[in-house]
């Protein structure tokens, strides 16, 4: 190995050690600034079933049926398009869009899978009670977000924990 090749594998090990370093620092800090605040979610709470909100219910049926429509609505736009081209720009392009398409459709089928399960929290009874503090759910936040299991609280200090933990 000539010296030329090995300065850049040391300033490359530099770097990742460097990395890591502060991604352990960080992590240090992270954990730190939990225990002093006490900032954690709490403990699952058990939820009382309430009468089954029909209008809910409904309204989630709605965006079920809608969201499945919209996944349908993929399977032919992925149908409609060529794999190949005669032109690589062309074949760009459409590699392009086959990975918006891909990425459109498992959002999708993320939101179906949360719509579910909002349907059988409704058809439980504990639709529109946080999952966490047992709290009622906004009708705002329902509104806007009708698979929400968390008010708002505890939705931010899951947020901040995922942080925390990346």
């Known amino acids: ?71 349908k609505h993929q399977e032919v736009v992925e149908q409609e398009h060529p794999t190949t081209g005669n032109h690589m720009a062309d074949d760009a392009t459409e590699v392009s869009e086959q990975a918006k398409t891909l990425a459109l459709r498992r959002h999708l089928e993320g939101m179906l899978k949360e719509i579910e399960r909002a349907i059988v929290r409704a058809q439980r009874g504990v639709y529109g009670a946080c999952e966490r503090c047992g709290k009622p759910i906004s009708e705002e936040r329902l509104k806007v977000m009708p698979s929400a299991s968390l008010c708002i609280d505890c939705a931010k200090l899951q947020v901040r924990n995922t942080k925390v933990a990346a």
């Open 1 to 71: 190995m000539s010296k030329k090749e090995a300065i850049p594998r040391k300033s490359a090990r530099r770097a990742i050690v460097r990395g890591v370093v502060a991604a352990a620092k960080s992590a240090k800090s992270s954990a730190k600034a939990v225990l002093i605040t006490g900032r954690t979610l709490p403990p699952p709470v058990e939820l009382e079933a309430r009468p089954i909100n029909i209008a809910a219910l409904r309204a989630l049926e709605k965006e079920r049926q809608r969201l499945l429509d919209e996944l």
